[in-house]
């Protein structure tokens, strides 16, 4: 008798073991989607009763207790486009710079430590550096630009990281194929690295606009206005968003029990455009990667 | 003329000091084959030739290299000049996500061709010279990466040909594959240096022997031996060549 011939035992508890640690993993994914779903169930049964053609697209009426959401939503698609504008290009330059030319640099390695410090700092900080900055020293005032590009400082480090992680998954077999056939650094890049990383680079992009269009603090004092029933002219306007509507109507509205139904309708839509960004880069993403296999 | 010539080449990574004094000349539309045990630098001598070492930080070369009579290694030498005539293909395939076509034309494309026609043109002789036009002619606009590994090995080689170098370089080209597609690429070697200077890096002594005019022995960043092939198969000068040859270590 070797002691391999008495693993039987043993065998019986690595099983157990393991069927313990499985059940347990089990149990706690199943709790995270039971959550989501009661989250999602609550708000919806909450909310779907005020949502109709009428709430989607009139201004609040009677102090916020009656009418729809219509200006908000435009507010917030209007603010993720304009912080969209400003952070998606510079930001995806800036992770091909670290990625693709800097990669060892300590100038790289100080951008990356400041961009992962950036995306720690609170969204209200965000906020009344936008106010200081945006707003009154270089006197945009509470306005749609003022909130885009405060909103973008808040995205920007999202996109730096996904761009520069969707890089680094690309296998640098792919960019030595390519440099070896003659073509210089920024054609390889071009050609090659970026339409392979395009899929995942889309989900980033995707992502930080989801979380952009529910920041309530960096609107706050950069351009939500409380109340205002009609469409922006001009950059330089304010306007209304969803998550400061929120805010507003369940805390200091004129009469809040009044606007409570009006309150969960306006979450749900919010959850809504979050949910249809989220399945958009899903399928964007499948649809990239498709093509970057084809052609 | 010589095509390659190198001339007192010492390599170093960082500290570390992986090719010794090397010199080593190479005749053109010959094939020559580097052998020796794994680390001893084959690899890191070729991607001298084609200057892939630049790719690699803090990397640092003394000595010369010439090809068709030019200073590699000049200041005023274009990087992307320099590989379009000396080519270069990887152990592992590596076809970009494109279709068949557009994996060929790319090479073209990039160095700056635009004339379709000609695109066309060059695609399916490289394919045909390559060996594999006939296994891919009805699906060129299929994706590269359908195809199996022996056949994405022979693409990549067409690829290298499609811009029309002067030197192949080849590092284990048939590693990765089963024997009927090492045979193929054997098979292409002997019909390509009608066309083309090839150095090829193998851990198959037969390969070797069979695709080879030449042979360069390394061991431990040095170069042992480097003679015609039939000499170092049966006749090495040096003990340690011969150990290796026959088996005894490596
Ligand atoms: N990027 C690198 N950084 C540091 N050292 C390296 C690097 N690449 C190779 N080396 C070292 O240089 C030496 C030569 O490596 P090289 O890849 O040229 O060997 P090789 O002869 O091609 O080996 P193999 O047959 O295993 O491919 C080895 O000792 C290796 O560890
Ligand atoms: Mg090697």
Redesign the pocket.
């Given at each position: 008798m070797t002691p391999l011939d008495k693993t039987s035992k043993i065998d019986k508890r690595k099983r157990r073991s393991q069927f313990i640690a499985f059940t347990l993993f089990k149990l706690m994914s199943y709790s995270v989607v039971a959550m989501l779903i009661l989250i999602l169930g609550f708000i919806t049964t909450k909310g779907i009763g005020v949502i109709n053609w009428e709430f989607l697209t009139t201004a609040p009426q009677e102090g916020m207790t009656k009418g729809g959401i219509y200006p908000a939503i435009i507010g917030t698609l209007v603010l993720v486009l304009g912080s969209s504008l400003f952070s998606f290009p510079i930001g995806i330059m800036s992770g091909i710079y670290m990625n693709e030319y800097a990669t060892n640099s300590k100038l790289a390695a100080f951008i990356r430590v400041m961009t992962n410090n950036l995306s720690g700092v609170p969204s209200v900080v965000f906020g009344l550096f936008g106010m200081a900055l945006f707003v009154n020293t270089m006197g945009f005032g509470d306005s749609i630009l003022a909130g885009s590009l405060t909103l973008g400082l808040l995205s920007l480090p999202l996109v730096i990281r996904t761009t520069e992680e969707s890089l680094k998954a690309i296998d640098f077999s792919f960019r030595e194929g390519s440099l070896a056939l003659g073509a210089t650094k920024l054609q390889t890049i071009r050609k090659v690295i970026l339409p392979m990383a395009f899929p995942n680079i889309i989900t980033g992009l995707i992502l930080s606009i989801g979380r952009v269009s529910g920041e309530t603090a960096p609107i706050l004092f950069t351009v939500a206005a409380y109340f205002l029933p009609k469409l922006p002219h001009s950059i330089f306007d304010q306007v209304m968003a969803l998550p400061y509507h929120l805010y507003v109507i369940s805390t200091s509205g004129t009469d809040i029990e009044a606007s409570r139904g009006i309150a969960y309708g306006t979450a749900l839509v919010l959850i809504a455009i979050v949910l249809i960004v989220n399945l958009l880069a899903n399928f964007l993403r499948t649809f990239f990667s498709k093509r970057v296999k084809m052609n | 003329m010589l095509t390659v010539e190198a001339k007192n080449v010492d390599f170093y990574?960082?500290d570390?000091h992986?090719?010794k004094n090397i010199s080593l000349e190479v005749e053109k539309n010959k094939v020559v084959a580097?052998i020796?045990?794994?680390?001893?630098?084959?690899?890191?001598?070729?991607?001298i030739l084609n200057r892939m070492n630049d790719l690699?930080d803090?990397?640092r070369m003394t000595g010369s290299v010439l090809i068709e009579g030019e200073d590699i290694y000049a200041p005023n030498v274009r990087v992307d000049e320099l590989r379009k005539k000396v080519g270069m293909v990887f152990?592992k395939p590596n076809p970009f996500p494109k279709t068949i076509f557009e994996n060929i034309a790319y090479g073209l494309r990039v160095n700056g061709i635009k004339d379709n026609s000609f695109i066309e043109q060059r695609v399916e002789e490289s394919l045909k010279s390559a060996a594999l036009w006939d296994e891919v002619k009805d699906k060129l606009k299929k994706s590269a990466f359908a195809l199996s590994g022996g056949q994405q090995q022979r693409l990549c080689i067409a690829r290298a040909l499609a811009i029309s170098p002067k030197v192949v370089l080849m590092?284990?080209p048939a590693s990765a594959l089963d024997p009927i597609s090492t045979a193929k690429i054997e098979e292409l070697i002997y019909e390509l240096k009608k066309d083309y200077t090839i150095i090829i890096?193998t851990?198959n002594m037969q390969q070797a022997s069979r695709v080879s005019d030449k042979t360069a022995y390394?061991y431990l960043?040095e170069l042992i031996e480097y003679d015609d092939t039939t000499k170092i198969f049966t006749n090495p000068q040096k003990e340690s060549t011969q150990n290796y040859i026959t088996g005894r270590f490596g």
């Open positions: - | 990574y960082s570390f992986a090719l580097f020796g045990p794994s680390g001893c630098g084959k690899s890191t001598f070729l991607r690699i803090g990397t152990q590092d284990e890096v851990h390394f960043g």
